[in-house]
């Protein structure tokens, strides 16, 4: 969630599947041992993000939507 917020104020210039992969790139490159294991499950990481009460509030005030 941090790598996406990082890349927040890229929203209005880039679409959310680009900040989206430009954010999973650079959370495997600062710590590649953490995603060695969730390697292939970038798709279910998104969608506990968009959906998990947890992370939903902060994932779409990145991106502009209404949670």
Not at 26 to 54: C, F, I, M
């Amino acid at each position: 969630m941090q790598a996406i917020e990082a890349l927040s104020d890229l929203s209005p210039r880039m679409n959310e599947r680009a900040i989206l992969d430009q954010a999973f790139k650079n959370a495997v490159a600062s710590d590649p041992a953490l995603w060695r294991q969730g390697k292939g499950r970038k798709e279910e990481y998104e969608t506990e993000l968009r959906l998990n009460h947890d992370y939903r509030t902060r994932y779409f005030s990145v991106f502009g939507k209404t949670a």
